[in-house]
């Protein structure tokens, strides 16, 4: 069980990730009405937003160290944060702008950091390998940094996911295989394309301990990624984790969610993870109504910070996208 | 560079390659390789072979097939600070892991604004003649060449196969280094004189991006890679003897391309002709024939030609081979149809 100053870390951490992401859903939305224009406004481009799945980064990435390497996915800010990336860096990157942390080349989808050090990708599955990469090097250089690649349920039915998980379990490389599953690859519910009802069962056939963690409950990811990282750290070999939890919002904003029921919308707001782990630790007595008050404002400042850095930015010279191809 | 004679001995290409990357892991804790059969067989293709001996397991890695899965760990390991070199078999097997060369190795160091590099080396064996069919005899140098963001490397001689790779594995960015199976000297492959020659002992760099002129001509510049050259290099002996000298520029590299030394060429010898075992549209065919106009238009005193495969799949059977792929008789005659009219 974490520490009440764990706790209050990672209510911290997924506060300011949801205030980022819902500041998000507004920026993204400017210029974007009477008519959806997917290329106008101050952030362009598609944009997915990982509010309600805050507690598998606050979770995981509260035993990182920058020197861990962290692979996302195309759904990247939450873990970006979660593993120190500078918020305004990670804002400016979002707007296009020469102060972000790729110039304006990356994008949402490809955000990379050298310290602390972070990447991802938009290809669904294509990042995992990267991670038994970075775990392969970290092994032959003798530290005892690890890997950590978030991933979808959805990946988990892509080659690359079978063939990095098999790599990882032969070499016994330090690296936690971290599977979220929010059920939806975009439209298509965990049940219409998985031939088994847990991932983390597939971690058998390669070699390592899998372990589903239901309830999107950052103590319960708190308690199985410190094992995992652990394992990982005294050079004890991989770990599946596949985590149960929910995506608040559209596959990316703009979609009109023909394929889930209001229903079952109002349900998962119902259920919001972060409303029952602020209302837990309340009740616990861990934080109280003022402590919750402060942390809101301290993270609405540092938002405001991010996104005011990022508008006045300069965008990059246009001929600047003739830069960087090679080193 | 200094070379001497006493240090200079005739190595096949394969041993040349695997001299290199035999050098460069001695000089380089960080230098490792990954991929299928590179241990105890030596590379299907003889490119690292007697370093499993040298180097151990732990530095010249056996992989599971599963190139997406090691190719992708190679470029992790890259950016975390190690040069890896990841050998994908046959170029031919690109369609199960391209994702990881062109969206991942390519892009990063440009999608992180230059923040992060990715110094590894993929080599894989290009090329046919030899009756492999469709799936395991192409070279498909144009189609990587097309895609931003990483060198891509096709030497001729064992010479260059050795500076190229040290160079190769001295950079910071990725490259697609592709040996042709029929330059490498191998017992099993139809001989091939021009597959042995004199390598240096020691390290040294041939540099990526500069092309070579392996015969100096006046009446026409043969533009080509790889075997070609060899193929071309005959040719211009047999043109030779009928009083047509024939320049041949071997690019070496197609990233970066050395546009300069076409344009210096042809504007001399005021003809073209390239010669390309890749397929014949969008290709480097046309890549060279645009350079070439772009740059020495007023000097050319016939239209550029070409020879390549036509665009159709490699066939299986030896006559219908041999036909689609460019022959020393076939560059001999279009060179003189170029010369002559």
Redesign the interface.
């Known amino acids: 069980m974490p520490d009440n100053e764990v706790l209050r870390a990672m209510h911290h951490q997924m506060v300011r990730i949801r205030l980022f992401e819902e500041t998000l859903v507004e920026v993204y939305a400017e210029g974007k009405s009477p008519a959806f224009d997917i290329a106008a406004g101050p952030v362009p481009g598609e944009m997915h937003l990982a509010a309600g799945q805050e507690p598998v980064a606050a979770g995981v990435c509260h035993h990182l160290r920058p020197t861990d390497?962290v692979?996302a996915t195309h759904r990247p800010h939450h873990q970006a944060l979660a593993h120190g990336v500078d918020m305004r860096l990670l804002a400016a990157e979002i707007f296009g702008k020469e102060t972000?942390?790729?110039?304006?080349?990356?994008g949402h989808m490809?955000l990379?950091?050298?310290e602390p050090?972070f990447?991802c990708?938009g290809?669904i599955a294509?990042g995992?390998?990267?991670?038994?990469?970075?775990?392969?090097?970290?092994k032959?250089?003798g530290r005892d940094d690890i890997?950590v690649a978030f991933f979808g349920e959805g990946a988990a039915n892509q080659?690359?996911f079978h063939?990095?998980l098999?790599?990882a379990g032969?070499w016994q490389l330090p690296v936690v295989f971290v599977c979220e599953d929010n059920t939806w690859a975009i439209s298509v519910p965990k049940d219409q394309a998985t031939a088994i009802e847990d991932n983390s069962k597939r971690a058998a056939a390669y070699g390592m301990p899998g372990r589903y963690v239901a309830g999107n409950d950052p103590v319960a990811i708190w308690e199985a990624a410190g094992e995992a990282v652990g394992r990982a750290r005294r050079g004890e070999g991989p770990t599946l984790l596949e985590v149960e939890t929910d995506r608040l919002l559209g596959h990316f904003q703009g979609d009109p969610q023909v394929y889930r029921s209001p229903e079952v919308i109002a349900e998962l707001e119902r259920r919001d993870a972060l409303a029952r782990f602020e209302r837990r630790l309340l009740d616990d007595g861990v934080l109280d109504e003022d402590a919750v008050t402060r942390v809101r404002e301290e993270a609405r400042a540092e938002v405001d910070a991010a996104i005011e850095f990022a508008r006045t930015s300069p965008y990059p010279a246009p001929e600047s996208a003739l830069?960087?191809?090679?080193? | 560079m200094a070379t001497t004679e006493t240090t200079t001995r005739l190595l096949t290409t394969s041993k040349a390659i695997a001299e290199a990357i035999g050098q460069e892991m001695e000089a380089d804790d960080r230098v490792f390789v990954m991929g299928e059969d590179i241990g105890a067989y030596g590379g299907i293709f003889g490119a690292t072979e007697g370093l499993l001996e040298r180097f151990g397991p732990e530095r010249i890695m056996d992989t599971p097939i599963s190139e997406t899965g090691f190719i992708g760990a190679a470029v992790g390991a890259a950016v975390s600070g190690m040069r890896p070199i990841a050998e994908l078999m046959f170029v031919d097997f690109f369609g199960v892991c391209m994702d990881q060369i062109y969206n991942h190795m390519a892009k990063i160091h440009y999608e992180s604004g230059g923040n992060i590099a990715v110094p590894m080396v993929i080599t894989t064996a290009i090329g046919g003649g030899y009756s492999d069919g469709a799936q395991h005899s192409q070279t498909l140098y144009g189609t990587f060449a097309h895609l931003p963001g990483m060198k891509v490397v096709v030497p001729s001689t064992p010479y260059d196969a050795k500076g190229l790779m040290t160079a190769a594995i001295r950079d910071d960015n990725p490259v697609l280094y592709m040996f042709h199976k029929g330059i490498m000297g191998l017992g099993w492959m139809t001989p091939n004189p021009r597959a042995t020659g004199p390598v240096p002992q020691e390290a040294y760099t041939v540099p990526i991006g500069e092309a070579d002129v392996k015969r100096a001509g006046s009446d026409v510049t043969i533009v080509t890679v790889s075997l070609m050259v060899h193929r071309a290099l005959d040719a211009a002996e047999q043109l030779a003897a009928d009083g047509i000298e024939a320049e041949v520029l071997d690019l070496r590299s197609l990233v970066p391309l050395d546009r300069d030394a076409i344009v210096e060429s042809v504007r001399k010898t005021r003809r073209l002709l390239v010669v390309d075992e890749d397929y014949r549209s969008f290709g480097m065919s046309g890549e060279v024939m645009a350079t070439a106009i772009e740059g020495a238009f007023d000097y050319l005193d016939a239209p550029p030609a070409r020879l390549a495969l036509p665009d159709v799949p490699i066939p299986y059977s030896r006559p219908m081979e041999q036909y689609v792929l460019p022959q020393t008789d076939g560059i001999v005659e279009a060179a003189r149809t170029l010369v002559r009219g």
Do not use: C, M, W, Y
Request: net charge positive; no cysteine; proline share 2%.
């Open positions: 390497a692979t972000g942390l790729g110039r304006g080349k990356g490809h990379f950091s050298r050090a990447g990708s290809i294509e995992i390998p990267t991670a038994v990469g970075h775990a392969l090097a970290f032959k250089q890997a080659g690359a063939e990095a098999n790599l032969l830069d960087h191809v090679f080193a």
